[in-house]
């Protein structure tokens, strides 16, 4: 196919987009096939879509753009070395459509939450792909941090912000309301089932460097950062936990009781432990 035909395919796609993961996948399965030829030109049919869409349709190419950016970089760590001196020696070090993502961040996000009250459905699922995206390191940190402020500043301005009168404030049509209660139930329920994996290959996938000239220690870092975040306190629970595990290696040292029915002390009675230094 020539440009034309791909870019034209690919608006289509666009256009049909909805909150179904084979339908996301679809669409980032052709943008990646398409990437080398029409890369720039792709992106600017997703810029296009997401700046004339409805406000229903703008979330949705932004979970799609979560999905590309995971796959952009799967296919970029799967992406055999190229020669130094082969043309597409400077391509290969790109991170596909991340570039793009990162380069307009600001744009997509003024499209998909624009000001005012209109902006306020797609708040809080946009917050929460730009904290996935912070956390994996997809896009750096401090651009995030700024998409962020821009954002907090935007919420406080429309809560302070007296309602319009009804004549003057855009509705959702009854159709489109109901969409969007289905398209939600459908992220959730795929959010869970993200929750529910945990395979290697995702984890790989999540805690990608930026850049070859990374730390490779960075993703450790990361994972790390992430899981001791998600540790609770010390607690009564662990105290059990840890006794079970000791009785389980050292049954010698468990509590025993006498004839008398009094406890003996942890070791009395017992074989002293194997000394194993």
Not at 40 to 55: A, H, N, P
Not at 196 to 213: C, E, G, K
């Amino acid at each position: 196919m020539d440009p034309f035909e791909v870019r034209m395919q690919f608006l289509g796609l666009l256009r049909k987009l909805n909150a179904t993961q084979q339908s996301i996948q679809k669409v980032v399965s052709y943008a990646l096939k398409y990437f080398s030829r029409c890369g720039e030109d792709l992106w600017e049919c997703i810029v296009e879509e997401c700046q004339k869409g409805s406000i229903n349709h703008r979330i949705n190419i932004l979970y799609f753009l979560d999905s590309l950016c995971e796959a952009s970089l799967l296919a970029k760590a799967h992406q055999p070395p190229p020669a130094e001196s082969s043309s597409q020696a400077k391509q290969s070090n790109t991170a596909f459509y991340v570039d793009y993502v990162a380069r307009d961040l600001p744009q997509i996000i003024e499209c998909v939450v624009p000001v005012g009250r209109q902006g306020l459905p797609n708040l809080t699922s946009t917050k929460q792909i730009l904290e996935n995206w912070r956390t994996k390191r997809i896009i750096d940190p401090q651009r995030i941090d700024e998409v962020m402020h821009t954002l907090s500043t935007r919420q406080s301005q429309a809560v302070d912000t007296p309602p319009a009168p009804a004549l003057a404030t855009p509705h959702l049509p009854r159709g489109e309301v109901f969409k969007r209660i289905e398209e939600d139930r459908e992220r959730h329920k795929r959010l869970r089932e993200r929750r529910w994996r945990h395979t290697r290959h995702t984890a790989l996938a999540s805690f990608l460097p930026l850049s070859d000239t990374e730390n490779t220690e960075l993703a450790l870092d990361i994972e790390f950062e992430n899981e001791w975040e998600a540790t609770s306190d010390w607690n009564e629970d662990d105290v059990e936990a840890v006794s079970e595990e000791r009785e389980l290696c050292y049954p010698h040292l468990r509590k025993r009781v006498d004839g008398d029915g009094e406890e003996l002390a942890e070791g009395e009675g017992g074989e002293e432990p194997m000394d194993l230094s």
